[in-house]
């Protein structure tokens, strides 16, 4: 039950960061999170970056929801 509570929420949270990582790189600029050595680090990457870790975090979601359904 743990499980499959804990991968639906790594699904939910990995779509949503998907869905916005542009916004979410826009936000830490705001807010001033952007690294120490931004300047060779470029929006687009940064947003790549923010879409691979969602798309880790939807993996791993679906792979517990399997386990809690199917193990």
Do not use: C, S
């Amino acid at each position: 039950m743990i499980a499959l509570a804990l991968g639906l929420v790594l699904v939910a949270f990995g779509i949503a960061g998907l869905r916005y990582a542009p916004a979410i790189v826009q936000a830490q600029h705001r807010q001033r999170m952007t690294p120490v050595d931004a300047d060779e680090i470029d929006d687009e990457d940064r947003v790549r970056v923010t879409k691979g870790t969602a798309v880790v975090l939807v993996v791993v979601g679906v792979g517990l929801v399997a386990y809690a359904v199917f193990g």
